[in-house]
């Protein structure tokens, strides 16, 4: 292994994919242990001490002191989560876990999500320690199990049984932000600063069982399907927060263009999908469960949507999908958690926008408000100020946004080696 961030990043990353922690939701994937180990190993080889946290036998996370744990500023957490999606390696066009190079891009399951931040982050540890280049701050590096199920085994474990691990923290940095997209011609990096808030409910249909044969006017199903329909052709309204208008604003300014908020965000491309939900509310039916033969009409019908709102909706918005759906469907919270959206200034955002401009000095810059949700939640708990910065500069055609929990996900080679770069620069300035 060579000893610079940027190449050790490429290898980091293809030991880590190669360690399944495929996380299904429930007990029955591998566990995150033997990637807490690796990251155990790599820390210990450069001197730094870590801990490994089960929440059960298996479900690891890791925690390491690191940086001026003596300096007055306050402390900074780092964190990346070891799990990952499962995938079906009949649908990829490489093994998903062989972490093979083609055509410049490391393919892998977690390639984006988020083992490359993992191996960004623990090359430059690693670079830095060598060279005695530890940063003049308090740093907590945190490697969490469990982020693909909503953390429970793992950050919001933590946070409830291990509080004390981050006395002192006020900002942390983490996934999904700091990578390009290309508006009117120039690359614009999105920061992370903002979560919509978590609403997964239960609907549940009641109707008047009986035979398949014969008429029935009150069955569960109807009822259900009907209150979907209704609930899928909702037009929630766009009400972009602070985060969205000042990234509406830098749409304005590279395009020349004006129009809706939906209508400025088209120029995302396929983005639109992720980076569009970032305005609205949104509702996605994503499970049934209804009858048990085929010539006998239930009486109860049930269906789960994911339900995702706006900071400072938190109030309105369960009231409101139960308004739509109608009386005759029940509408349960089945997991919640909070909307979060911080503020896009500050030295901790000035250092990613130095960074970014030191490896990229064209790069235009604004914040996002990310449609699904991170252990920024977790840490939300402990006041700790969140953002996303997970450095990549990107091909213009790459429907990056597609590769999170897709098939063949890929980082390009290049992408890791500039993220190296641009995070060592940041350690430079915080």
Request: contains cysteine; proline residues 5%.
């Amino acid at each position: 292994m060579g000893h610079t961030p940027e190449t050790e990043a490429l290898e980091i990353c293809r030991d880590l994919i190669r360690i399944d922690t495929s996380n299904f939701g429930d007990d029955s994937g591998p566990g995150e242990r033997k990637a807490a180990e690796y990251v155990a190993a790599s820390l210990a080889e450069v001197g730094i001490d870590s801990e490994i946290f089960e929440s059960e036998p298996g479900r690891a996370s890791l925690v390491a002191r690191w940086g001026n744990q003596d300096s007055a500023k306050p402390g900074l957490l780092i964190h990346g989560h070891l799990d990952v999606v499962p995938a079906q390696s009949a649908d990829w066009q490489v093994d998903p876990f062989a972490a093979e190079v083609v055509d410049g891009y490391l393919f892998g399951r977690g390639a984006v999500d988020m083992k490359d931040f993992d191996a960004m982050l623990l090359s430059v540890v690693r670079a830095r320690q060598r060279a005695g280049a530890i940063p003049d701050r308090p740093i907590t590096l945190v490697f969490t199990a469990d982020e693909e199920a909503g953390g429970l085994k793992g950050a919001h474990w933590l946070v409830e049984h291990h509080r004390d691990l981050f006395e002192g923290c006020t900002e942390a940095i983490g996934e999904v932000g700091g990578f390009s997209t290309e508006i009117g011609g120039q690359r614009l990096y999105l920061i992370e600063t903002g979560e919509k808030g978590i609403a997964w409910m239960r609907l549940r249909a009641h109707g008047t069982a009986g035979h398949g044969s014969m008429r029935n006017t009150d069955s569960a199903i109807t009822h259900l399907a009907h209150g979907l329909v209704t609930l899928s052709e909702h037009e929630w309204p766009a009400e972009p927060g602070p985060s969205m208008r000042l990234l509406l604003d830098k749409v304005r300014e590279l395009t020349g263009s004006d129009g809706t908020p939906g209508e400025l965000l088209e120029h995302f491309g396929p983005a639109v999908r992720m980076i569009g939900a970032g305005i609205r509310n949104t509702t996605n039916a994503t499970m049934l469960e209804a009858g048990y033969k085929h010539n006998v009409i239930p009486g109860e019908a049930i269906a789960y949507v994911d339900g995702r709102y706006l900071p400072g909706h938190s109030d309105t918005f369960m009231p409101t999908i139960q308004e739509i759906v109608g009386d005759g469907i029940q509408v349960e919270p089945y997991i919640t958690d909070a909307a979060l959206e911080y503020a896009f200034e500050g030295d901790l955002v000035d250092a990613m926008t130095v960074a970014l401009h030191s490896q990229d000095p064209d790069a235009h810059i604004a914040p996002f408000l990310m449609s699904g949700g991170t252990d920024a939640k977790a840490w939300h708990k402990l006041d700790i100020t969140s953002y996303g910065f997970t450095p990549l500069r990107l091909p213009a055609d790459l429907d990056f946004t597609a590769l999170f929990h897709g098939v063949d996900e890929r980082v390009p080679v290049d992408a890791l080696e500039f993220g190296s770069k641009v995070f060592d620069e940041f350690l430079n300035l915080i």
